[in-house]
């Protein structure tokens, strides 16, 4: 029988976990009132939402184990590490800022910052690693993405 890899599971669950209960958590109480919001043209239904983030938290994770195994100056992984967890704290923080505390606009300050994150993240990921990498590339589109729809959104519904 294989040997579990306990690095790379808690690896993974950090941000699967941290993701999908922070979501949760800040979506609860405004699920409602978010139903009832005007929508971008491109709007996916909210179903997609929970399947994308925890695809998109495994790869990420996934990625950083990936990242973490390669070998590299010791400088070269801190900043990894920098770029990793400052774009994971700003995704931590934009569910609560978006729902709970109803403070649109300053979640597209924290969506633009999270994409400038998670852009260098991945830069710094493919230059040690091609295959973590290309795993991280999804979550830029869709922190692009999750831009927009943090913009048209705040935007459509300003009186609320």
Do not use: C
């Not at 139903?35 to 695809?55: D, G, I, M, N, Q």
């Not at 590490?81 to 934009?94: A, D, I, P, V």
């Amino acid at each position: 029988m294989k040997k579990l890899n306990w690095k790379l599971i808690a690896t993974v669950a950090l941000p699967v976990v941290g993701g999908s209960v922070l979501g949760r958590v800040a979506t609860k109480e405004a699920s409602e009132k978010y139903e009832s919001f005007k929508t971008p043209r491109f709007s996916p239904p909210s179903w997609l939402f929970p399947v994308a983030w925890t695809s998109l938290y495994t790869m990420m994770g996934i990625a950083k184990y990936t990242f973490d195994n390669k070998e590299k100056p010791k400088q070269r992984q801190q900043m990894g590490n920098f770029f990793y967890y400052t774009q994971l704290g700003l995704n931590f923080l934009w569910s609560p800022l978006f729902f709970k505390e109803e403070k649109r606009g300053i979640a597209l300050v924290d969506a633009s910052f999270l994409w400038l994150a998670v852009v260098s993240t991945t830069s710094i990921y493919n230059k040690h690693s091609q295959t973590a990498g290309k795993l991280m590339l999804p979550y830029v589109g869709w922190s692009a993405y999750a831009m927009y729809l943090n913009y048209a959104t705040w935007k459509l519904n300003k009186d609320y």
